[in-house]
């Protein structure tokens, strides 16, 4: 479960036994998504890694300090799609990029914590929905993307593959069809055992979950039918607005938002 402040996040395990303890907390390392749009666009001239060694802020450093001193157990690493890709759709990952991105993904995996690869598109490319555009961005864009996600990590137990950040303003069913279609991507690529994460619509909202995304993606399973590897990515803001876009916190989120997906997800024994 995600739970946003501007750039930081707390990612919290949700049970469906009632969640008495935090499983997981940490926080989010931007920088490879930075000006990407909620319409799945992103200027890469003004992204950057957050490496030193490539000029950016010390996130290898930060991943570090947090784990150690503060026991921080998981880091969400958002990535443009369009960075790996180098702009274009349906092709191998430009090497420079992705060894950049690699190289923050091997100082989460330095630090022991959960390091979740977050493709941060907002189920989109340059405006148009992933396999509901008429053809300009299809299934088969987004596994080829994932099928090398997938390859690079697949022998790495602590990497968590977080399929897309807060997809919106979709047709769920036809959604919940292209998430199939990657996890079976992820699967046959070798990487059977890492856990996979399930966003729904409304940006995957903990309040709205149930009453739009829910059905839909609690049909997804792995191959052989289990779905105890998949765990739905949902996000409850704290904020006036519930966007995450100011620093001020005045709700616990638990009445609107996080009380009604428990009571779900227990009825199901499903996990979030």
């Known amino acids: ?39 799945g666009s992103c200027d890469l001239s003004k992204l950057y890694p957050p490496l030193t060694q490539y000029g950016g802020p010390d996130g290898a450093g ?22 790996l890709a180098d702009n274009t759709l349906g092709v191998d990952f ?10 923050l993904v ?17 189920a989109r490319w340059n405006g148009n929905i992933v396999g509901q555009s008429g053809g300009a961005v299809t299934n088969e864009h987004l596994t080829n993307a994932w099928w090398q996600l997938a390859t690079k990590y697949k022998n790495e137990a602590n990497v968590i593959f977080g399929l897309m950040n807060e997809p919106h303003h979709l047709d769920v069913p036809t959604w919940a069809t292209t998430l199939q279609w990657v996890v079976n991507t992820i699967r046959s690529a070798g990487a059977t055992t890492q856990t996979i994460l399930l966003a729904g ?24 039918g289990s779905t105890d590897k998949l ?24 009445d609107d938002g996080l009380a009604p997906l428990a009571e779900w997800l227990r009825a199901r024994g499903r996990r979030a």
């Not at 430009?94 to 190289?103: Q, R």
Request: a negative charge.
């Open 94 to 103: 430009n090497a420079a990029n992705f060894a950049k991105y690699d190289a």
């Open 231 to 254: 765990v739905f990515d949902v996000h409850q803001y704290l904020d006036a607005s519930y966007s995450g876009t100011t620093t001020e916190c005045v709700r616990d989120g638990v």
């Open 201 to 224: 619509t409304d940006f995957a909202a903990a309040g709205s979950f149930a009453s739009t995304s829910a059905a839909a993606l609690a049909a997804i399973a792995d191959p052989d």
């Open 106 to 122: 091997r100082a989460c995996l330095d630090t022991g914590a959960k390091c979740i690869v977050d493709l941060h598109n907002y």
């Open 1 to 39: 479960m995600l739970h946003t402040s501007g750039k930081t996040a707390l990612l919290l395990s949700l049970a469906a036994c009632g969640a008495a303890k935090v499983q997981l907390a940490g926080v989010n390392i931007a920088g490879f998504d930075f000006t990407c749009t909620t319409d």
């Open 62 to 83: 930060q991943m570090q300090h947090l784990a150690k001193d503060l026991g921080l157990n998981v880091f969400r690493l958002p990535v443009a799609w369009q960075y």
